[in-house]
C-alpha cells in the first residue's frame, strides 16, 4: 500500500520566467531549451523522500501568460504548497511575483507553505568560477558599443551585467514576507531538487 501523503503544490510567476521547467526538471531530470508556453496549466506528480517520510506532490503548473491569470485560484485553492517563480534576469518578474504572493497570503489556505524561486540563475554566473559575493554595484551601462582592443574586461553582455535582481534583495524580501527563497536554474538542476525538499520538510505531519 502507498502510504505517502500527498501534497497539493501550485506554480505561479511571470510568462516565461521557467515554472514549467522547474517542474519538468524535478520531475523528470531533464531540461528543454525551447520549451513552449503553457496553455491553461499542466498537471504532473513526483515522489520526494524525506528521512523519515515520502510525500507525493501532485502539481498543478499554471500558465502564466496574463490571460490565463482569472484561472490561478483554480488551482491554489486548497493548495498546501506553492512555488513562486521570476526570473533573476528580469526585474519586473520579479514584481510579479510579489504580487502572486500578495494573492496567496489574502485568497489561499492561510497554512499554504510557499517558496519564492530566483531561476535562470544558471545565465549570471560566469561558466569558470562562480561569482564572488561582492554584490555588483553594477552601472547602468549605457551601450559602449566601442571594442577597444587591450585588455578586455567582461565580454559585453557578461553574466554580471545579465543579472536584474540580486540575491541579497530577493532574499530580503522573502524573509519579511515569510516565505522560503532559493535561486534555481532549471537548465542545471542547481536548487531545484532543495526548493521541494524544504518545502516538504514544512508540510506539517498529519
Ligand atoms: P508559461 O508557461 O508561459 O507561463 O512559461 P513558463 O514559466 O512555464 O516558462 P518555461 O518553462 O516554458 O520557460 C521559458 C523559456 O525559458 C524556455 O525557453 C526555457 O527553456 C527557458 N528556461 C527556463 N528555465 C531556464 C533556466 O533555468 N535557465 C535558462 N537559461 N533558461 C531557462
Ligand atoms: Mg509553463
Request: proline share 3%; aromatic share 6%; hydrophobic share 40%.
Given at each position: 500500500a502507498d502510504k505517502s501523503v500527498q501534497v497539493k503544490l501550485v506554480l505561479l510567476g511571470e510568462a516565461a520566467v521557467g515554472k514549467s521547467s522547474v517542474v519538468l526538471r524535478f520531475v523528470n531530470n531533464e531540461f528543454q531549451p525551447n520549451k513552449e508556453p503553457t496553455i491553461g496549466a499542466a498537471f504532473l506528480t513526483q515522489k520526494c523522500r524525506?528521512?523519515?517520510r515520502i510525500l507525493r506532490?501532485?502539481?498543478?503548473d499554471t500558465a502564466g501568460q496574463e490571460r490565463f491569470h482569472s484561472l490561478a485560484p483554480m488551482y491554489y485553492?486548497?493548495?498546501?504548497?506553492a512555488v513562486v517563480v521570476y526570473d533573476v534576469t528580469k526585474a519586473s518578474s520579479l514584481e510579479k511575483a510579489k504580487s502572486w504572493v500578495?494573492?496567496?497570503q489574502r485568497q489561499a489556505n492561510p497554512n499554504i507553505v510557499i517558496a519564492l524561486a530566483g531561476?535562470?540563475?544558471?545565465?549570471?554566473?560566469?561558466?569558470?568560477s562562480s561569482g564572488d559575493a561582492s554584490d555588483s554595484v553594477s552601472e547602468e551601462d549605457p551601450d559602449d558599443a566601442t571594442e577597444t582592443g587591450g585588455e578586455a574586461p567582461?565580454?559585453?553582455g557578461g553574466p554580471e551585467s545579465l543579472r536584474q535582481v540580486p540575491g541579497e534583495e530577493a532574499q530580503a524580501y522573502a524573509t519579511?514576507?515569510?516565505l522560503l527563497f532559493f535561486e534555481t536554474s532549471a537548465k542545471t538542476g542547481e536548487g531545484i531538487v532543495e526548493i521541494f525538499t524544504e518545502i516538504a520538510k514544512k508540510i506539517p505531519i498529519e
Open positions: 524525506l528521512e523519515d506532490y501532485e502539481i498543478w485553492r486548497n493548495a498546501q504548497a500578495k494573492e496567496l531561476n535562470k540563475v544558471d545565465l549570471v554566473q560566469s561558466a569558470s567582461a565580454p559585453s519579511e514576507a515569510g
